[in-house]
């Protein structure tokens, strides 16, 4: 039996879709067949369970109903300076209309997610919660937990323990997989400066995918704009494409990737001005025929 890799997603919030689109080249590659266990931290979490629940394109189509409002439902009542001033209602419906429980329940592998359990002010123990052969409950309460932004959300509270995002403690949730035995991983990170965690594992084979072009700090974890969303998942889909294409050649030359990927940036770019040209063509299309259907006017 072919050895089982570990597949690791970070955290970043609205960058989180990234991921979306590196999977969406695993598939595509022939490689997630090989994915044995499954770690993620906060948003990173979310994707974990998504990718157990097997279904890209409902995947896609969650990210794709990620709205700024899904995600901040805001009680504006609440904005005083106090914590937690979003509900989270949006985005738990989110998890109860696109997360396939019963896969998750059944997956025949771990899945982790890192949470920072809270011992006092800004002090955190990091806690890896198994999520498979859980209640729906149990489950939902740890991704509440994994992903509790610090100010945005309150703490979630499990068995009376509060906890927070998991990223404030690892957001790169390595460890959990390397404990159970794997030598072998599949990273995502959505940032570039997180190959470092990497360097704790030297005796780790990694096949990482790490942004080609900076998606930012927390001005891009909290951009849930449609936009940036597809922003995101168009490069971790190249990103991903290119990346694995070396891992399987052998021919991983820098010069040779950093040359593609900045080909690859281009055509992403000129996909999204011509799906804005499309766009804002279709709308002026769309008033146009307004107009001339109130006239009586028929081509």
Not at 74 to 89: K, N, Q, V, Y
Not at 147 to 166: F, K, N, Q, W
Request: with cysteine; hydrophobic share 40%; aromatic share 12%.
């Amino acid at each position: 039996m072919e050895e089982k890799w570990g597949l690791v997603f970070g955290g970043g919030g609205a960058k989180g879709a990234y991921e979306i689109g590196v999977w969406q080249a695993m598939k595509e590659r022939g490689i997630c067949d090989r994915v044995g266990g499954i770690s993620g931290a906060s948003i990173g979490a979310l994707n974990a369970v998504l990718f157990a629940s097997g279904n890209l394109d409902q995947a896609i189509d969650a990210w794709k109903h990620v709205k700024l409002l899904t995600v901040f439902d805001t009680e504006w009542s609440m904005i005083d300076g106090i914590e937690g001033f979003a509900l989270r209602d949006g985005m738990m419906n989110l998890i109860r209309d696109y997360v396939n429980y019963d896969k998750v329940y059944n997956y025949p592998y771990s899945i982790f997610c890192s949470l920072a359990r809270i011992l006092g002010n800004n002090e955190y123990e990091c806690e890896y919660a198994k999520v498979n052969k859980v209640s729906k409950e149990r489950l939902e309460q740890v991704l509440a937990a994994s992903s509790a932004m610090p100010v945005v959300y309150e703490t979630v509270l499990i068995d009376g323990i509060p906890y927070r995002d998991g990223g404030l403690c690892d957001n790169v949730p390595i460890k959990p997989l390397y404990d159970e035995g794997y030598r072998k991983m599949i990273l995502v990170g959505l940032k570039q400066n997180q190959k470092k965690y990497e360097e704790k594992y030297p005796d780790v084979e990694f096949w990482s995918v790490y942004p080609s072009y900076s998606l930012g700090e927390l001005d891009g974890t909290l951009n849930f704009r449609p936009s940036f969303i597809s922003f995101c998942m168009k490069l971790g889909y190249r990103d991903g494409l290119r990346m694995f294409e070396a891992y399987q050649s052998g021919n991983v030359s820098k010069e040779v990737l950093d040359l593609q990927a900045q080909i690859d940036y281009d055509r992403i770019m000129a996909e999204i001005r011509y799906e804005k040209l499309e766009k804002t063509v279709n709308s002026d299309f769309n008033k146009l025929n307004k107009i001339l259907d109130k006239y009586g006017v028929d081509f």
